[in-house]
């Protein structure tokens, strides 16, 4: 065999084979003894047809896989060469035979990345600052009040603050029910302004079972006012009763004995959710930076790997018909993320000599059972008899490398204001 291999790509190649007449007719002369026990011909018992008879009759049927098996094969050597770190068996690209002559054929084949890490250092990232507010303390008070709150029937008509549960019936301008515009067992809260001053103010005073007539205005666009009517049929009113904020409320919390400590937890638990949050964006930031600092390209069919196990995840979970397609065009983008992040890690860990030993394993198995209060022991017979302890390796393992990256990176801090809705649910 006469072969070359030209790029085509940072990471596709083209294999152009000559195979020889000499390896070509003993293949076929195979595959022709090996039809000719098999083949049924009238005048001759089974496997007695004389070979020339064969060889006349079916040496076309048979070229075309003789030619595949001896295209791959070939390739096989070719591949077996270090050089070519190939991901996936060739694609025969073409295959051409003159009348005794060779075999020619081109194969198409992807190969591993070359990763060169060129900047590991001196990534320019931001870290973000957030400090926990008063505000951020009383909107989680708040939520923690509603949570406890006491639900109690009204019985002397609605005011503001109170939650009506009602079903409501759309109405043409005469007052006839309208078909198919019911919508029951709703519930709005007088004074929230979802549905405008003008419809809760006619609800004021209601109590269970009444039934009033009422309009809805709004804007449907600008300068057109829309004028909706319905019938509300009420079935309860209610209040919430938030609890006091005082010592007996932190107690009922949990270990706290009075509300000043429950305040100074809550203080201390946003503090380090905000910690954690911009440490994670930080981190995230440094994965972008060193995805940009070191450009390399990857083979399709490893995205497409890659994509196709993520959706066979996707349609296990999913509970109705997924759009593959667009799935598949909506997260390639986050696919080569994946990847490339996945091979750099790999990289830096050989490079930088980031490897998690047996005695780091073993540390971090006492750390985690004192945090949890278990036994070390328990905690090693868990991580050891299953795939968690591959996962604790791979978490050890990023900890180190993000500290690698972190040594020299450039960290830009900047105070920034974010909702509180962003963390009071965290408590």
């Given at each position: ?9 940072s ?16 293949e ?24 020339d ?59 591993a ?50 939650f ?40 004021t ?35 919430e009763?938030?609890?006091e ?15 000043d ?24 930031d ?6 940009k ?18 959706i ?36 830096l ?5 980031l ?12 750390n ?5 209060k ?5 905690i ?9 302890r ?24 900047v ?13």
């Amino acid at each position: 065999m006469e072969y070359s291999v030209k790029e085509i790509g940072s990471v596709v190649y083209e294999a152009t084979l000559a195979i020889s007449n000499d390896e070509i007719q003993p293949e076929i002369e195979k595959a022709l003894k090996k039809l000719k026990k098999d083949v049924s011909m009238p005048g001759f018992r089974k496997g007695k047809i004389p070979l020339d008879i064969i060889r006349t009759r079916y040496t076309k049927n048979v070229e075309p896989e003789v030619y595949e098996n001896l295209i791959n094969e070939n390739f096989k050597e070719i591949i077996k060469s270090d050089k070519y770190n190939i991901i996936s068996s060739g694609i025969i690209k073409s295959m051409d035979r003159q009348t005794g002559g060779p075999l020619e054929a081109v194969i198409e084949f992807q190969v591993a990345p070359k990763i060169e890490l060129t900047k590991i250092d001196n990534l320019q990232v931001t870290k973000e600052i957030r400090e926990v507010t008063d505000q951020d303390v009383e909107a989680t008070l708040e939520n923690m009040r509603k949570r406890y709150a006491v639900i109690k029937q009204v019985e002397d008509g609605a005011q503001d603050g109170h939650f009506i549960s009602a079903d409501l019936q759309e109405l043409d301008r005469s007052g006839v029910p309208i078909v198919g515009k019911k919508i029951t067992d709703r519930q709005f809260q007088l004074g929230s302004g979802n549905f405008g001053d003008k419809f809760e103010s006619q609800l004021t005073e209601v109590k269970a079972g009444d039934v009033r007539s009422v309009e809805v205005v709004y804007q449907n666009q600008p300068g057109q006012e829309v004028t909706e009517y319905y019938q509300v049929e009420v079935k309860k009113v209610e209040e919430e009763i938030l609890p006091e904020l005082d010592d007996e409320f932190a107690k009922s919390i949990g270990e706290y004995e009075t509300i000043d400590q429950l305040i100074e937890s809550i203080r201390e638990h946003l503090t380090n959710t905000l910690e954690k949050q911009s440490r994670e964006k930080l981190r995230q930031d440094l994965i972008d930076e060193l995805i940009k600092n070191n450009m390399f390209d990857l083979p399709p069919l490893m995205i497409d790997d890659y994509l196709d196990s993520w959706i066979e995840s996707v349609k296990k979970q999913a509970k109705e018909p997924i759009n593959e397609t667009e799935l598949r065009q909506n997260n390639r983008p986050l696919a080569i993320r994946n990847l490339k992040w996945l091979l750099l890690k790999n990289k830096l860990v050989e490079q930088e000599n980031l490897s998690v030993g047996e005695e780091e394993l073993a540390a971090s198995f006492a750390n985690i059972a004192e945090s949890a209060k278990e036994d070390v022991e328990e905690i090693r017979k868990y991580y050891y008899n299953n795939k968690h302890r591959d996962e604790l390796k791979d978490q050890l393992e990023e900890e180190k490398i993000f500290a690698r990256l972190m040594e020299n990176a450039e960290i830009n801090e900047v105070n920034i204001q974010s909702q509180p809705e962003n963390i009071i649910q965290t408590v």
